[in-house]
């Protein structure tokens, strides 16, 4: 039986534990799981490429089941170069559902021969995005807890100094 290969695709701009473990599920799932970092050069991340892959590293540790690299373009491309037969995303509220719907049905069309499995969210999980991370770090609200310690160190750090307790 040959190696089941899936790909994790994301800007991960920062990891988050919803992330995590959404990535830890799926390894329950497949052989190998692709971290795939987008370079999307239409978006101003607030880490760099570099960076992202970094943070994912650490928040990762030695896990021999994942890779993390990066990609440019289409993700079924990627999938395709990498010998997966999936894609793996997360979801967290109903209205996420209906993107990734639309994403899912064109990667099909794309690349038929491609599988997108969708991860339902920890309950502890459920309302947390980058996007909300990084405005709430911002302004100095508290983020441990919600993020690996390496992503809360380079939020803090990006953002200066704050209490790590509020």
């Known amino acids: 039986m040959s190696e089941r290969i899936a790909v994790y695709p994301g800007s991960f701009d920062p ?14 799932i497949f052989d190998k799981v692709v971290v795939a970092v987008l370079k999307n050069s239409d978006k101003t991340p607030l880490f760099s490429t570099a ?3 970094e943070l994912l590293r650490q928040s990762i540790g030695d896990n ?15 999938a395709k170069r990498v010998g997966a037969t999936a894609l793996v995303r997360g979801l967290r ?19 038929p021969a491609i599988h997108t499995v969708f991860l339902m969210t920890s309950f502890a999980n459920v309302f ?24 809360a160190a ?3 750090q990006r953002f200066g100094s704050f209490s790590e307790v509020s």
């Open 15 to 28: 990891v988050t534990l919803g992330h995590i473990d959404i990535l830890e599920r799926a390894t329950l």
């Open 51 to 53: 960076e992202r892959v």
């Open 64 to 78: 021999p089941r994942v890779d993390v690299a990066t990609f440019e373009g289409l993700t079924v491309e990627f």
């Open 93 to 111: 509220v109903v209205s996420d559902f209906e993107s990734e719907f639309q994403m899912a049905l064109m990667n099909r069309r794309l690349a």
């Open 128 to 151: 947390i995005s980058s996007s909300i991370i990084r405005e709430v770090c911002s302004i100095g609200g508290n983020i441990d807890g919600l993020v690996p310690s390496a992503s």
């Open 154 to 156: 380079a939020l803090r």
